[in-house]
Each structure stands twice: as structure tokens, then as C-alpha cells.
């Protein structure tokens, strides 16, 4: 099944196509890929509901507050680069090529850092049903 | 708003559109000020500017770019002290600016 990171995949396969309309693309969708990852982990650990709504790009940031409060600052700096790249087109074309290289870097590090937080809280939890634990 | 000067757009529209938040929200001007000496103590050359673009509807009235120059592996480490101090420090009013910390090069010179 088709998952937010595969965006990411595609963001670097494009990296060898260095035009303009390539680079936006490519921030398009590294926002996307980090933006759909951490929907999918607010839907599954706290409780967020999907609302098919704009605002719901606001609203999973909001929710990542409360888990690591830079988590929703910089996926809400990711966006803004994202709609930047959708619709500023008179931003110059290096301006985009380097913002595309910076979003490729940060969605990385943002899947990355949101797999150790699922990590960590499925060790928590399985530490918390541990037979030990339950029978002290 | 001395201090403020460096950053308003030279754009007349977009000059008045920044001044008429900042005289809405004068709030804003500490922040600003404080965010900007945090990018100037962070990022070793960094220039700041200051827009009222917005795509939704629940963008905050104004943006404050930063845009830093050095290698992209020394701003990527420098970018993530940056947005800790937002997050954690800065007292960011997030409903009522943007701050994007932005790489302006230079890229490497060859793949």
C-alpha cells in the first residue's frame, strides 16, 4: 500500500532532472511525504480523526505539538515551502533549486526522527504489558 | 521600529502591507527583533526579510525569512538549533508570523 515516504522516494529519483518545474516538484512532494507520514501517526497514537479539510494541514502540526513542539514547526516551515513552490513562480529558479535540496534533507530527517518516536513508543508500551512489570 | 527598518520590503505595496501588520500587532515587533539577533548569533551570515504572502486561510498576517548562506550540511545542523529555539525558547507567536529558516547557498560545485 502506497505510504507518505514513497513521495520522498520520488522527490530523490527526480533529483537528476534539474529544471525549475523539477525542483518546485520536489518540494511538493518531500512536504507531502512528511506531511502523510505524520497524518498517519497522529491518526494512529493521538487520536486524530482525518477531516478531508485544507485546515488539517494546520491541524496535524498542531496535534505534533504536543508529542515535540519543533516537530510541528518545522513541518510547518516544510508546508510554506511547499506552497511557495506551488504557486510564488516568481521566486527564481536557484532560489527554488536550493529550497528543493533543503526540503529533500529536512523531510528526510523528519521521517527519520518520527520512526525513533514510534519506536520508542512501541518499546514503551510493550514495556508496559510486560509479564514482569504486571507482576510487580 | 528603528530597528525594524532593515527588514520592510522596498515593494511600496508590500512595504505598507508589512507596516499595517506590525501597527496591528506591535506585539510583533520584540519578537521579530529577538528572532532576528537569534538568526544573527546562529547562522554566521544570514539576512532577514519580512512579507505578508499567504496561501490559506489560516496563515499567520505576516513571514519573516531568514535567509542563511553556508554549506548545506552546516545550515541543516544550524537550521535544527534554530527551530529548537522557536519551538522551545522563543515564545513564537505562531498565529501571527511564519519564521522559515532558508538555505541561500552556495551549492556544491559539482556531483
Redesign the interface.
Known amino acids: 500500500m502506497m505510504r507518505g515516504r514513497d513521495f520522498l522516494e520520488l522527490a530523490h529519483h527526480l533529483e537528476s532532472t534539474r529544471t525549475e518545474a523539477s525542483h518546485r516538484t520536489q518540494i511538493s512532494r518531500a512536504y507531502y511525504a512528511a506531511f502523510l507520514e505524520f497524518r498517519a501517526f497522529c491518526e494512529e497514537f493521538l487520536h486524530h480523526t482525518r477531516s478531508k479539510l485544507p485546515r488539517e494541514h494546520a491541524e496535524v502540526a498542531q496535534a505534533l505539538a504536543a508529542v515535540d513542539p519543533q516537530l510541528r514547526v518545522d513541518l510547518a516551515f516544510l508546508r510554506l515551502a511547499r506552497n511557495d513552490a506551488d504557486y510564488e513562480l516568481d521566486l527564481d529558479a536557484e532560489t527554488i533549486a536550493l529550497q528543493a535540496e533543503q526540503a529533500r534533507r529536512l523531510a528526510t530527517s523528519l521521517i527519520a526522527r518520527l520512526d525513533e518516536l514510534v519506536s520508542d513508543m512501541e518499546n514503551d508500551a510493550a514495556d508496559d504489558s510486560s509479564p514482569e512489570l504486571a507482576n510487580q | 521600529m528603528v530597528a525594524m527598518v532593515q527588514f520592510i520590503p522596498q515593494d511600496p505595496k508590500e512595504k505598507e502591507s508589512v507596516l499595517a501588520v506590525l501597527r496591528e500587532y506591535p506585539e510583533l515587533q520584540d519578537f521579530i527583533l529577538r528572532a532576528s539577533e537569534k538568526a544573527e548569533m546562529i547562522f554566521p551570515d544570514v539576512r532577514i526579510t519580512l512579507d505578508t ?1 499567504r ?2 486561510d ?2 499567520p498576517p505576516v ?1 519573516m525569512k531568514v535567509h542563511a548562506v553556508d554549506t ?1 550540511d552546516r ?2 545542523a544550524l ?2 538549533q534554530y ?2 529555539w ?3 525558547d522563543a515564545n ?1 507567536p ?1 498565529e501571527l508570523i ?8 552556495p ?1 556544491a560545485s559539482s556531483r
Open positions: 504572502v496561501h490559506d489560516w496563515d513571514r548545506l545550515f541543516e537550521f535544527s527551530t529548537y522557536l519551538a522551545y513564537y505562531q511564519s519564521v522559515m529558516p532558508l538555505w541561500a547557498g551549492r
